[in-house]
């Protein structure tokens, strides 16, 4: 099993570029999300999804979007780069909040 | 207001010292994760707990619902154990607290 992959692992942006950052897990784990670290900081949930065509956001989640159509795949979407999204950004799935949590290897984004 | 506070923020112990990392909350929670992130980021579960106590090799964790506290022991440490240790909440989601670095000398 591959777990949970993330592409890329690093990325420039100048501000007010799109792109995705792509999280796939090959667990079947109905629960994916996606967490910011900045230093200082804990992880912040920015959008949640609880399994296919079932999405919520947490507790950062303008300036992004996600959509969730297979169990496996939940993309991150940055619709238009603010240095402020400059961050790690991880990836994670689990059956449940209360059962083991499986992490991504994260992306590093910077935001010019 | 942080809802998950960890102490101590840094740690720097010598090799075969018994640690302890601190984790108190002040919300209802259901369960309580102990994460470790490896000096290269990634990061594992080490620990999910909603009562008592449990034990992985030579790392402890424990949990007291009532004082709202968890504690994570690491056992003859060694210098691989050297990562930040973080404590995270469940509440529905997972809240987080900012994490204890931890360096072990040999």
């Known amino acids: 099993n591959a777990g949970v992959t993330q592409t890329p692992k690093f990325q420039v942006l100048k501000t007010g570029q799109s792109m995705t950052l792509q999280c796939a897990q090959d667990?079947?784990?109905?629960?994916m999300s996606w967490y910011r670290q900045d230093p200082g900081m804990g992880l912040r949930l920015i959008h949640y999804?609880?399994?296919?065509?079932?999405?919520d956001q947490g507790e950062v989640p303008n300036g992004y979007n996600v959509s969730r159509s297979t169990t496996e795949d939940f993309p991150l979407r940055l619709l238009s780069a603010a240095p402020s999204q400059t961050s790690v950004y991880f990836c994670?799935?689990?059956?449940?909040?209360?059962?083991?949590?499986?992490f991504g290897p994260g992306t590093r984004l910077t935001v010019l | 207001k942080n809802e998950v506070e960890q102490s101590p923020q840094n740690l720097t112990a010598q090799e075969g010292e018994f640690i302890t990392i601190n984790c108190s909350y002040s919300v209802g929670i259901s369960a309580l994760h102990w994460l470790q992130q490896h000096p290269g980021g990634g990061i594992v579960s080490l620990f999910m707990l909603s009562s008592g106590k449990k034990k992985h090799g030579r790392l402890i964790a424990t949990i007291n619902i009532q004082e709202k506290h968890s504690s994570l022991h690491i056992t003859a440490s060694h210098p691989r154990d050297s990562a930040v240790y973080i404590c995270?909440?469940?509440?529905?989601?997972?809240?987080f607290g900012k994490g204890t670095k931890l360096s072990v000398k040999p």
């Open positions: 994670a799935s689990s059956y449940s909040n209360q059962n083991e949590q499986f």
């Open positions: 667990m079947n784990h109905e629960y």
């Open positions: 999804s609880v399994g296919a065509g079932i999405t």
């Open positions: 995270a909440v469940v509440q529905g989601n997972l809240i």
